[in-house]
């Protein structure tokens, strides 16, 4: 698959990882519509960029069923889809207030490993009607998954959880779509600068950064998106969680 000939709808797309992400994949010549629940921000981005723009809420099917139609309508299908929306969640199984909320461990669970199920079930139903690829591919999903999902800290069960699934759930995603010539793999990002590691703050910033070996800094959210062109474009990457963390493994 060329980058410059793929159709990807971005979940995500309008901050962080999944910003960056279309816009690599846009300055690339691919086309790209970005799936958001933020429609400000969504919008803004896709004007920018040259992308579509799609509001959706990963977690429900009918809101997902349309903005993945609408995108395959305006982009003339759909050969890319790339789960990068998730949220996180830092709360001990027991602590001080008594134990971890039920609520929100269903809804950290409910958005990162259900929500991004959701989107690639859909988006495979409509891969599953392209005409092949050059390499014989149909098409690609590439998933969010975290460090967390094999080095968890404390305070992160449900974050962990959640994409931990993510991770385990690759290996028979790309087993059930062989045979449509469907690949699906998984990122599991480090320490990243974006939105959501900006609000702790610079000095847990520098912290973070501080004990990541090599190179000693937070990730470019560009990092993530040339990976993420990369498996593009290399058909043989299938049914795999590649770790992009600068050799990070959290205490």
Known sequence: MRIGDTKAIVTGGASGLG?????MLCASEAAVTILDRDTERGMALAAEIGAGFQPV???????????IGEAAAQMGGITACLNCAGIATAERTLGKSGPH?????????????IGSFNVLRLAAAEMATNDYESDGCRGVIVNTASIAAFDGQKGQAAYAASKGGIASMTLPLARDLASLRIRVM?????????????????????TLAADVPNPPRLGDPAEFARLV??????CYLNGEVIRLDGALRMT
């Not at 599991?188 to 590691?197: D, E, S």
């Not at 062109?229 to 290399?234: D, K, L, S, Y």
């Open 229 to 234: 062109c990369h498996i593009i474009e290399n």
């Open 186 to 206: 998984a990122i599991a990002p480090g320490v990243f600068r974006t939105p959501m590691l900006e609000g702790l703050g610079s000095e847990v910033m520098d």
């Open 101 to 113: 909320a039920l609520d929100s461990f269903r809804r950290t669970v409910e958005i990162n490993l």
């Open 19 to 23: 910003a960056a992400t279309a816009r």
């Open 57 to 67: 809420d990963v977690t429900d099917e009918a809101s997902v069923t349309q903005a």
